[in-house]
């Protein structure tokens, strides 16, 4: 059965790093949203099989989608982690070949089950 398995979560120290993983095969557009406690989930990144990415702008410079198509692997490496990154990470997948991708949760229609990341001050 179809499933997305995110890993790689954990507690860190404002300015610090993680990365994290998303098991995952058969997408043409892959992305990272994130819902923080009583807020909607957002976009936080996103990349297409041309390996096309758009971040949104709170993470830019800061974070970078990747894929290794080999090991059916995406990738989110976080770097000067701030406390408002706290947040359940979510790993997202589309299988339409002509996916648009994006940071809308309406272009994806599989989803992992999430990973904590907490950034304390």
């Known amino acids: 059965q179809v499933q997305l398995v995110e890993s790689g979560g954990g507690s860190v120290q404002a300015g610090g790093s993680l990365r994290l993983s998303c098991a995952a095969s058969?997408?043409?557009?892959m992305g990272w949203f994130r819902q923080a406690p009583g807020k909607e989930r957002e976009g936080v990144a996103s990349?297409?099989?041309?390996?096309?990415?758009i971040y949104a702008d709170s993470v830019k410079g800061r974070f970078t989608i990747s894929k290794d198509n080999a090991k059916h692997t995406l990738y989110l490496e976080m770097t000067s982690l701030k406390p408002e990154d706290t947040a359940v990470y979510y790993c997202?997948?589309?299988?339409?070949?002509?996916?648009?991708?994006?940071?809308?949760?309406?272009?994806?229609?599989?989803w992992g089950q999430g990973t904590q990341v907490t950034v304390s001050s």
């Open positions: 997202a997948g589309e299988r339409v070949r002509y996916c648009y991708g994006g940071l809308r949760e309406i272009n994806f229609g599989f």
């Open positions: 058969g997408y043409n557009c």
């Open positions: 990349i297409k099989g041309d390996g096309w990415e």
